[in-house]
């Protein structure tokens, strides 16, 4: 069942067959700002085994527990450092996850064994009434086969899914487009565990401390390196024309180039399919994951993202889009 409800509430027959798959342990998709989650009881052990099984998810990778309302972190979290209290205060609900010790009876499952607990408060006001309805925590990471990009449409889901996932509540398109922001909180300092559009910057000045960004690169630590199945490599400005022209001659096989600059200019031809993305940040984010995966169904050879600007602002989908698409320099 895809219901193309609106995009702010639930019908009541939808909401009730959704909180009714979810106390049989079935699983849920819902909006979130950011990305589409895939919801289950968060206190059912066999709901989450389920979770794990139809993402083909790690079993060493943890769920974040996802609440409608700040009274209830308390559920699940040990203790609320004065910093951690700090951003709740300041971004939730929002676009943030944070990681922080677990109360006892918070199941195995949910955490892959670590005395952490990953929360978060989405501010989708679907996701909102679905957890308020539910009464209860869901676990939800994105609603995307393991490894593969996050979803930002109910129509990704149901393509990825099928009938895996029975009941998928359509919001319409995410607003964000880019997963959340994780602090984790277990450690001192606090360390950024994943980049998100809350920025470290922004993190910093309202927790009022330093919070590290690990030597690793977060992609390691979180796990969010999700990618196409076509090749896909990012391309400065400057060398984009000579890249796909270069790529052209060498394979004659379809290619896809995905540019934000209005300078950009190409080679034309019937191998070469163009696809622009809008030259400011939070709306090229909104459309990223989108557009790499309709390009993902086009049969190419390669797809070649054009790098986005060195500045803060885009600093987050260079690090999303690095994570993707190694950057591919002038050869020789
Ligand atoms: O924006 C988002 O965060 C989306 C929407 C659906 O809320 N969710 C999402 O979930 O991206 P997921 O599972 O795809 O990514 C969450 C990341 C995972 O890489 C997981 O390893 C990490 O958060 N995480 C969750 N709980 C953790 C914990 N206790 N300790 C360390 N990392 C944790
Ligand atoms: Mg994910």
Redesign the pocket.
């Known amino acids: 069942m895809t219901d193309n409800s609106s995009n702010s509430s639930i019908p009541a027959s939808l909401l009730s067959a959704a909180v009714a798959a979810l106390q049989r342990g079935s699983l849920v998709a819902f909006p ?1 700002e ?5 919801g289950a009881d968060a206190s059912n052990a066999q709901a989450l085994t389920a979770l794990y099984r139809v993402k083909g ?1 790690p079993a060493a ?4 527990v ?1 609440l409608a309302d700040v009274e209830d972190i308390a559920q699940w979290a040990a203790y609320i450092p004065p910093a951690a209290q700090k951003l709740i205060d300041s971004y939730c609900p929002g ?1 943030l ?1 944070l ?1 922080l010790p ?1 109360r006892p009876e918070v199941l195995d499952i ?3 064994g ?1 005395e ?3 929360i ?1 408060l ?1 501010s989708h006001p679907i ?1 909102r009434q679905l957890i308020r309805a539910f009464g209860k925590g869901l676990a ?5 086969r393991s490894g593969y990009l ?1 979803p930002t449409t109910a129509e990704h889901v149901r393509q990825e899914f099928g009938t895996d996932v029975p009941i998928i509540i359509d919001g319409g398109p995410c607003q964000l487009g ?3 922001t ?1 602090v ?1 909180f ?1 450690t001192t300092p606090p360390r950024l ?2 980049s ?1 559009l809350l920025t470290l910057d922004m993190l910093q000045e309202t927790a009022g401390l330093e919070i590290q960004t690990p030597a690793l690169a977060p992609a390691a ?4 390196h999700y990618k196409p199945h076509t090749a896909v490599q990012s391309c400065p400005t400057s060398d984009l024309q000579a890249c796909v022209e270069r790529e052209l001659a060498q394979h004659h096989q379809p290619l896809a180039v995905l540019y934000y600059s209005p300078r950009a200019v190409f080679s034309n031809g019937p191998d070469l399919r163009l696809l622009q993305l809008p030259n400011q940040p939070l709306e090229y984010a909104q459309r990223l994951y989108a557009s790499l995966r309709y390009l993902d169904g086009c049969s190419l050879r390669s797809i070649i993202i054009e790098d986005v600007p060195h500045t803060a602002e885009w600093s987050v989908l260079r690090q999303r889009i690095h994570q993707i698409a190694p950057v591919k320099h002038k050869l020789t």
Do not use: C, F
């Open positions: 979130t950011t990305v589409y989650g895939l998810r990778r943890p769920l974040t996802h676009p996850t990681i677990r949910v955490t892959a670590s952490n607990v990953g978060r989405p996701a939800a990471p994105s609603a995307n996050s880019l997963e959340s994780i984790d277990s565990l994943r998100g630590t979180s796990g969010s």
